[in-house]
């Protein structure tokens, strides 16, 4: 619930990515300074943590002349309560597959993925298109029962009001994941944006959108620290992959076993075949087992690539670097100088 204070004058930095997560990041631990990458100027920059993922007041709204209401006391409690099982897993790099555990991670990224910028400007991206189609149609927004223009302080009474709203939902969705850790690989960092909870999906579902956190398929990922990454998975990946292994060697025997019957291949020949298969699943058994195991997943160079770029695609504007890594970074931007983030389904 949003708090209701006297207005007060001065700047306020209210974080929309928290500091607690930040000092996971830090390139100078005594200055508490990250090294940030701006997308919007290829500028590189090394702000306290104090200052940066933060706007002046970014939860505080006008509901009077003397009175404003403020998410930022709320904010401070979820994390507060989200804070022992985040240090817990930082310390020691495991999960335990709780049901409190599962419904704190589960809170924790949906929290984080409703509170941050980009969230706040998908309301006016929506007015916009709104406005867009209506005056194609010969029409006018303003003139719509109901409507208001889009202040700042309206905006941000919508989010407050969105976040209560939604985060149950959210939290249910992502709780229903299958979570599990992954490492960063040797010697590379995992980037941090300002809009950290990415989403990717391999499944293809047309004009529809397959980024919804309750698609089939989806994949959320939040980097914990510089070397620690959330992964939290639809049901069908994981489970699914070793399945499909186990069918994929039922067929092979089914089929390999008349052949040695009818004396066409040797039984050596048919063992040979089920071990190369068994060799390629090996990666398949090692990933479920490190996901009952509550073990982290390590990643490859390759792997982090991915895992960076998609921060880099969904952030709004910055991005961290632990040890200012931003070759990825440049190449992105030169790839796509006219990149925009993606707008998300809801569901």
């Given at each position: 619930?949003?708090?209701?204070?006297?207005?007060?004058?001065?700047?306020q930095?209210?974080?929309?990515?928290?500091?607690?997560v930040l000092?996971?990041f830090?390139?100078?631990?005594?200055?508490?300074?990250?090294?940030?990458?701006?997308?919007?100027?290829?500028?590189?920059?090394?702000p306290n943590?104090?200052?940066?993922?933060?706007e002046?007041?970014?939860?505080?709204?006008?509901v009077?002349?003397?009175?404003?209401?403020?998410?930022?006391q709320?904010?401070?409690?979820?994390?507060?309560?989200?804070?022992?099982?985040?240090?817990?897993?930082?310390?020691e790099?495991?999960?335990?597959?709780?049901?409190?555990?599962?419904?704190?991670?589960?809170?924790?990224?949906?929290?984080?993925?409703?509170?941050?910028?980009?969230?706040?400007?998908?309301?006016?991206?929506?007015?916009?298109?709104?406005?867009?189609?209506?005056?194609?149609?010969?029409?006018?927004?303003e003139?719509l029962?109901?409507?208001e223009?889009?202040?700042?302080?309206?905006?941000?009474?919508?989010?407050?009001?969105?976040?209560?709203?939604?985060?149950?939902?959210?939290?249910?969705l992502?709780?229903?994941?299958?979570?599990?850790?992954?490492?960063?690989?040797p010697?590379?960092?995992?980037?941090?944006?300002?809009?950290?909870?990415?989403?990717?999906?391999?499944?293809?579902?047309?004009?529809?959108?397959?980024?919804?956190?309750?698609?089939?398929g989806?994949?959320?990922?939040?980097?914990?620290?510089?070397?620690?990454?959330?992964a939290?998975?639809?049901?069908?990946?994981?489970?699914?992959?070793?399945?499909?292994?186990?069918?994929?060697?039922?067929?092979?025997?089914?089929?390999?076993?008349?052949?040695?019957?009818?004396?066409?291949?040797t039984?050596?020949?048919?063992?040979?075949?089920?071990?190369?298969?068994?060799?390629?699943?090996?990666?398949?058994?090692?990933?479920?087992?490190?996901?009952?195991?509550?073990?982290?997943?390590?990643?490859?160079?390759?792997?982090?690539?991915?895992?960076?770029?998609l921060?880099?695609?969904?952030?709004?504007?910055?991005?961290?670097?632990?040890h200012?890594?931003?070759?990825?970074?440049?190449?992105?931007?030169?790839?796509?100088?006219?990149?925009?983030?993606?707008?998300?389904?809801?569901?």
């Open positions: 619930m949003a708090t209701k204070t006297k207005s007060r004058d001065g700047a930095n209210q974080h929309y990515v928290p500091k607690l000092r996971n830090l390139s100078n631990e005594v200055k508490e300074q990250v090294t940030v990458f701006d997308k919007k100027t290829g500028k590189i920059f090394r943590i104090a200052g940066v993922m933060a002046r007041r970014f939860y505080d709204f006008q009077s002349p003397e009175y404003i209401a403020s998410f930022e709320t904010a401070g409690r979820l994390e507060d309560a989200l804070l022992p099982t985040y240090r817990r897993i930082l310390e790099r495991r999960l335990n597959h709780s049901a409190e555990e599962q419904a704190r991670l589960a809170m924790l990224v949906a929290f984080q993925f409703l509170r941050t910028r980009q969230q706040r400007d998908r309301f006016v991206e929506v007015q916009e298109l709104i406005r867009t189609k209506l005056e194609q149609m010969g029409g006018r927004i003139d029962d109901g409507y223009p889009m202040t700042e302080d309206r905006l941000k009474h919508q989010h407050a009001s969105f976040i209560i709203d939604a985060i149950k939902q959210y939290t249910n992502i709780g229903s994941k299958h979570m599990m850790l992954i490492s960063a690989a010697d590379r960092d995992f980037y941090i944006s300002d809009n950290p909870v990415v989403l990717h999906n391999d499944q293809d579902f047309g004009p529809y959108g397959n980024l919804g956190l309750g698609v089939r989806i994949q959320i990922y939040l980097p914990l620290s510089h070397d620690l990454m959330l939290c998975l639809c049901p069908t990946i994981l489970k699914g992959a070793v399945e499909q292994l186990e069918e994929n060697l039922d067929q092979v025997r089914a089929t390999l076993l008349p052949l040695v019957m009818a004396g066409k291949i039984g050596d020949e048919m063992r040979n075949q089920v071990a190369f298969i068994e060799e390629r699943g090996s990666r398949v058994r090692g990933w479920w087992q490190r996901y009952l195991d509550g073990v982290a997943d390590e990643s490859n160079d390759h792997n982090m690539d991915f895992y960076n770029s921060q880099m695609a969904q952030s709004r504007q910055f991005v961290i670097s632990r200012e890594d931003f070759k990825l970074s440049k190449r992105f931007m030169a790839d796509f100088p006219d990149h925009k983030p993606s707008f998300l389904r809801m569901d």
